[in-house]
């Protein structure tokens, strides 16, 4: 129910070029009603003062059974709703509503969680993970057609200078059996050769230029080697409860460079700087796009250039969301030029997508395995925690791996998506599993909370419930929850707009801490039975909603906790 408009037309005297519905808003305490009309902005277009344009408009209201009654204070119009009427309308309609359809047709594809093989995941890959799982079932939530790509970067002289640290001082039959590890141990005592003495660095080049000209033993050994570092990566996405439905990287589509060359060749876009072939973006002010170096190897751009071309063959794309840290902003910014200047007609619907850094507080995961702390030493070390929380409950858990795993899932994704996009975060361990803060765990308590009333009632009443509801027992801390849920759509449309999960995230939050205050002011199960029955139907409706917010925030509901 769009309530704001609901408001903005009742008022009778219209001004030009104003949109009350964009003005109004939530008011700040109750006694202010539930909404207010802010006059200020208005007063410099009237010439009069905004106290007297709320009083003119005021005094014509259209009558309307959702308002109670409208006051007019210092400037402002505040509305007061009737509680029982807007609720009973609020949670029918949310009860009884239908899938979103505006992106029935539309294909949307989102590429996220694109690790470097053969190198550990770390902790910044959770937050790629994470925004992009939840974007893609916002996109979902609204009809579209998700696909989920991974662009694995499987390419270039590291692998080149893991098989020399294989060659020196390893076997491929250790890298069967220590996986990943392995691969990273040859990968950094090669570096530090490397550091030493300069003629590893062309033994690198060397092998890599074998893998690419698919040298009979060099390239069974990459294969082997991407095979192996790309399965304990869909293992370490599976643990976070992420899928993808391509795995094509940097190698499958380097193949399209070629001809990506020839088409910018034709449309004059190349120029030789220094052997190396570049589109020159100085009229953007940017620095030039590279396509390929002058040994004639490709690049990240031209790589991602021509995988563009092809995905865009494949999948039809309506949308092409990259996501990655910021730091890559100006990767993508360049090469989406080229694509315009190359007027591919799908030019237009490449976006690139950036969130900030994610860090842990100082030495409370070592980073025993290099320079960033590893993400499996993260989900482990969370995991363990929420063992022993669980451990500590008073009562039985019937299953508490499976809530000790989901617990830490949440943890996890909600320390990511609480925080906007855009900035930087510090995950703080111990105050994310606190019951009392804001917390998954308080979160999915809460979740548990409400099943167990329902289930409750469910029992002592058997009947239906959305019928024979009295709305009129409803207090502010219930027609709060009302208005959340009715905004709840809102906000996730929001969330899908600015591609940002934390307006859900917020949201969800609120809803939980809603249900809490009311929980509290509120007997549930005590009164008439038409009272008892509206309390129980916005319980079931904050169940539904909240199930939904839990599903776009990757926090599964749990049973009992
Ligand atoms: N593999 C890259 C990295 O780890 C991210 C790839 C992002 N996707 C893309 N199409 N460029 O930095």
Redesign the pocket.
Known sequence: MNIRKILADSINEKIENINYEDLIVESISSDKGDYCLPCFSLAKILKKNPNQIALDLASNIKKSDYIEKVEVVQGYINFFLNIDRVSKDVLKEIMSSSAQTEGKGKVVCI??G???LAKYLHIG?LK?LIIGESLCRLFEMFGYTVKR?N???DYGTPFGKIIGGIQLFGSMQEVEKRGNDALQDYYVKFNQLEEKDEKYSQMARDIFKKIEQKDEKIYPMYKKIVEISLSDAIEKFKLLGVEFDDYR??MYYNQFVPQLVERLKKLNLLTISQGAQIVDLSAYDMPPALILKSDGTTL?ASR?LS?SIIRYQNYKFDKMI????VE?DL??KQWFKVAQLMKGEYASMLEHVAYGRFSLPDGKISSRRGKQAVLVDLIDYVLAKAKDVIKDRKFEIENPIDVAKKVSRAVLNFSVLKVERGKDCVFDVEKAFSFEGETAPYMQYTYTRIESIIRKFNESFADAIDSDCDYKCFNIDAFAIVKMLNDFILDCKQALIKRDPSFVAKRVMDLCKAFNKFYTSTKVLLGEKAEINAKMYLLKVLKKVLKQGFDLICIDCLKEM
Request: aromatic share 22%; glycine share 8%.
């Open positions: 590429d996220y694109s690790p470097n890959h790629t790509l662009f694995v970067g990287g940097e990240y991602d995988a990259y996501l990655t840290a890559q990767h993508f």
